[in-house]
């Protein structure tokens, strides 16, 4: 089984709507992350999370909203989706006690807003 | 703000060729830089870290270089395979905030 997982792995959606995209972790790290991907340009950090109650804003978080429901899982939620929210949503997680701190990212989910 | 660029775009090569892929980053107040691999459907895949204080990383047939002052990393991959073909990105952790600033990426494709 993956260490890093999201659902779903693939949405179309309609502008207006609420989604939600889902991650869960099985690495037992403490730190998760958000980010999206568009063609050309680097991945993009929407939120962070050092711990369940430790919540931070990324570079790019308007219109974008997280819940931390456990260690173990970070929700992503697009409160009222917009066609240029269209994109490739990772998120990633890392361990704040190990050197060097490297991210593990789930597959992705790749989210079409119409 | 961090800007960290990755030129070419794209790049192929047939396989057996070295391959040297080009990372530049403007503040060169960095805690680490990475190499990631990226597949399709697959996800980011971190391939080596660079500590500030390092100058260069090996892994197998993967070699990255830093050199802070200068604000470029470099990741040699010897002895291409067609299995190397990927997106290959780089990112730093402007000071050990953990929140990385990438690269848009280069794409390799290895011909057999």
């Known amino acids: 089984d993956a260490d890093v997982t999201q659902t779903p792995r693939n949405r179309i959606t309609k502008t207006g709507k609420r989604i939600m995209l889902e991650c869960s972790q099985t690495k037992g790290h403490d730190r998760m992350y958000w980010y999206r991907q568009d063609p050309g340009l680097g991945l993009r950090l929407i939120y962070y999370s050092f711990d369940v109650k430790d919540i931070n804003k990324g570079e790019i978080s308007d219109g974008y909203s997280v819940s931390r429901q456990a260690q173990a899982k970070f929700s992503l939620s697009l409160e009222s989706a917009i066609p240029n929210q269209t994109a490739l949503y990772f998120c990633?997680?890392?361990?704040?006690?190990?050197?060097?701190?490297?991210?593990?990212f789930g597959p992705g989910t790749r989210l079409l807003v119409l | 703000k961090q800007e960290v660029t990755q030129i070419p775009a794209a790049l192929s090569v047939p396989e057996g060729e070295n391959l040297v892929l080009n990372c530049s980053f403007t503040d060169s107040a960095i805690y680490n830089l990475q190499w990631f691999r990226q597949d399709p459907g697959k996800g980011l895949t971190s391939l080596l870290l660079?500590?500030?204080?390092?100058r260069e990383q090996t892994s197998g047939r993967l070699n990255a270089s830093l050199d802070k002052s200068s604000g470029r990393s470099t990741l040699y991959i010897a002895a291409s395979q067609p299995g190397d073909s990927a997106t290959y990105l780089c990112a730093v952790d402007p000071f050990n905030d953990y929140k990385l600033s990438f690269g848009a990426g280069t794409t390799v494709t290895v011909r057999a």
């Open positions: 660079i500590q500030s204080s390092q």
């Open positions: 990633a997680t890392s361990d704040s006690r190990g050197p060097g701190e490297t991210q593990y």
